[in-house]
């Protein structure tokens, strides 16, 4: 049952967004992180869920309206529900959280909020270094696919520094699972580097083709150092793809990075095979398969 200062709240988040009126929407997220971590703090988590949802739905509608302050009021709180989720080890709760997080990085880079955006990938590595060792496929690969949104949806919008605060965040997790030899979690994170580095290429990002080139580079040399084989492939194969794009849009600095990149994979002694395109294939279809739940 929803309790009616918790009804009054989500009430006046919705309409205090509708109107503009920042102070009264800050009121209200206040309310509904406290009413949230309330709850979690008795247990209550699917309650808790509930009123995630709610601070989500209004942060959206902020964000669409280009109420920067109240979209970030609004991940800082979401990042305070996710630690007190973890605490309490409610794993469905600090996902939700995480996810809303993400979403809202995205949301915020569609709309030109480049300080919303940042705080958003910010706020999602925190989390994740909450424990960086324990989480299980399903989420590595969100984290992976949230930090890919928001930097194609800050692509697009043409703000490469938040683009570069994503493929930070995204290579980051990417050299954390090649380490733990976690392969198909380290293929997503090269496939999913490699989809935003093909979306800069189209907005003549230079600077931020060129990390992606180099957070690729160090994921595979991880992956060689490990030994996971499709990864390595991966990796060649991202690369060569950017460099070529690079070198069709006069990319300079980006082709050279990316060429070099390229070279440090000259002997790892893999080569392609029908095995290695198929597993890719299945990655590709597992990593549609979890974006469809996000």
Request: proline share 0%.
């Amino acid at each position: 049952m929803i309790t009616l200062n918790e009804a009054e709240a989500v009430e006046v988040s919705i309409s205090a967004v509708e109107e503009g009126d920042e102070d009264r929407a800050f009121q209200a997220l206040d309310s509904l992180t406290g009413i949230a971590v309330d709850f979690l703090s008795e247990n209550e988590e699917a309650d808790a869920k509930r009123v995630i949802q709610s601070i989500e739905s209004a942060a959206q509608a902020a964000a669409e309206r280009e109420m920067e302050l109240v979209t970030i009021n609004s991940i800082l709180s979401l990042g305070k529900l996710a630690r007190s989720a973890a605490d309490k080890g409610f794993e469905s709760a600090l996902g939700k959280a995480f996810i809303a997080i993400g979403k809202l990085g995205e949301a915020s880079a569609a709309n030109s909020l480049e300080a919303g955006s940042k705080v958003a990938a910010t706020t999602l590595m925190e989390i994740w270094n909450f424990f960086p060792e324990k989480w299980d496929q399903e989420k590595i690969i969100a984290f992976s696919l949230l930090y890919k949104e928001i930097g194609i949806s800050a692509a697009k919008s043409d703000m490469e520094d938040v683009v570069l605060s994503a493929v930070t965040g995204l290579g980051e997790i990417g050299k954390k699972i090649a380490a733990r030899k976690l392969e198909i979690e380290t293929v997503s994170s090269l496939l999913l580097l490699e989809e935003i580095g093909k979306r800069v290429v189209e907005s003549y990002f230079d600077e931020a083709l060129s990390s992606t080139a180099l957070s690729i580079e160090e994921i595979g040399k991880l992956s060689v150092k490990n030994g996971l084989s499709d990864a390595v492939l991966q990796c060649q194969w991202a690369l060569e793809t950017l460099r070529v794009q690079a070198e069709e849009k006069l990319l300079h600095n980006s082709s050279i990075v990316t060429e070099l990149a390229l070279d440090s994979f000259t002997d790892t002694g893999y080569a392609d095979s029908e095995e290695n395109i198929e597993k890719i294939q299945e990655i590709k279809t597992l990593l549609e398969k979890i974006q469809k739940t996000l």
